[in-house]
């Protein structure tokens, strides 16, 4: 038996969101753990990095799916979970690593965070904007905008890269003009009800250019840790992927359309789905975190490294999981912990959000 939705939740959507979490987090373990300091281990990098790329974009496609909203009730729950954890890392960083607090709020890899948040105040422009462009003006039109708004989007993209020669290696390659250009760019896709036109022979085209963008335009963070350690070697000369290239955004916009349309998740595993898919975002927290989060990654990698003979990319999978898993368990404790002050002060907001939508 398999099931779409659990309640009021997306179990495909939820399952997605899983995993472009536990691609990010081994993203970080393939460039921040034991394998950092490796000269001559830039196959490593190059690799994770190349297969899984998308992983933020994605979050965003999920956002533009659905739409986002700004509400009281979600900004104080995004923001709360930031707080925590901020707060949690200078704690760690004071009290184990005797590290000085310099600034408890919006550090240790909250760039994600605060940007999300900044686009909330957006997000209901950019909805009431391409709704009224889609309801005005007959379909033709339309897609000419988009189109124009689309290549605009990639000339800003390639000269940032084809004529500066700028590493646009991890957040540098990131902003709220990257979550724009996905989220507007999916939601003319529901919108205009594009997805019924995806096919699998689509998606294997999508994931063919994806890979040949890579190729082209070589990774930023496999480029940038080859570069920093001073070797010659040097993947492109055109230019560099990044999360706001075009090969990026297609590939995580065409893996989301995949898990909505194709995607079943059996019955027995949507309960275990739902439950971790809202712990998500504290994973990325916490798994980010200054000393914290990197000596989850070095634990099992040192281990393995130094008693097993498992190839390096075994050992960062392993590592990535354990990771992975781990702040799962540390999120869910959080969230048995502030449940009783979100009951308290959650009622409250919902209802001022209910007299801000009047």
Not at 80 to 104: E, K, R
Not at 147 to 160: H, V
Request: hydrophobic letters at 55%.
């Amino acid at each position: 038996m398999e099931s779409r939705g659990l309640g009021t939740r997306n179990v495909s959507i939820d399952a997605f969101r899983c995993l472009l979490m536990f691609l990010i987090v081994l993203h970080h373990a393939s460039i921040r753990g034991y394998w950092k300091d490796e000269t001559n281990n830039f196959i490593l990098p190059l690799l994770y990095t190349t297969l899984i790329f998308w992983h933020v974009d994605g979050f965003i496609a999920i956002s533009g799916w659905f739409g986002c909203h700004f509400t009281l009730v979600r900004f104080s729950r995004l923001f709360g979970v930031m707080l925590f954890y901020s707060i949690f890392h200078s704690c760690y960083l004071y009290f184990i690593m005797n590290v000085p607090i310099y600034n408890a709020i919006g550090v240790h890899g909250g760039w994600y965070g605060n940007t999300y948040l900044a686009f909330m105040f957006v997000a209901p422009l950019i909805n009431e904007a391409l709704l009224k462009l889609v309801v005005t003006l007959p379909r033709k039109k339309v897609f000419i905008i988009w189109a124009i708004y689309d290549i605009g989007m990639i000339l800003n993209w390639a000269p940032y890269n084809l004529f500066t020669g700028v590493l646009a290696s991890g957040a540098g390659g990131f902003s709220i003009m990257t979550f724009i250009t996905v989220y507007i760019n999916v939601r003319m896709i529901r919108l205009l009800q594009l997805e019924t036109y995806f096919t699998i022979r689509k998606f294997c085209m999508v994931c063919a250019l994806y890979f040949i963008g890579c190729l082209v335009f070589s990774v930023s963070w496999a480029t940038y840790q080859i570069c920093a350690k001073g070797s010659t070697i040097q993947w492109s000369w055109v230019g560099y992927t990044t999360y706001n290239s075009p090969h990026v955004i297609l590939m995580a916009i065409a893996v989301m359309l995949a898990f909505i349309k194709w995607v079943r998740i059996p019955h027995w595993l949507c309960k275990i789905v739902a439950f971790i898919s809202p712990a998500m975002f504290g994973v990325y927290l916490l798994h980010g975190a200054t000393g914290f989060g990197n000596y989850l990654y070095l634990i099992p990698e040192r281990w393995l490294a130094e008693s097993t003979t498992l190839s390096p990319v075994v050992i960062v999978f392993v590592a990535g999981t354990f990771t992975f898993f781990t702040c799962i368990v540390v999120d869910s404790v959080r969230r048995v912990v502030v449940a009783p002050f979100c009951k308290l002060i959650f009622p409250i907001l919902r209802s001022w959000d209910t007299k801000l939508e009047l």
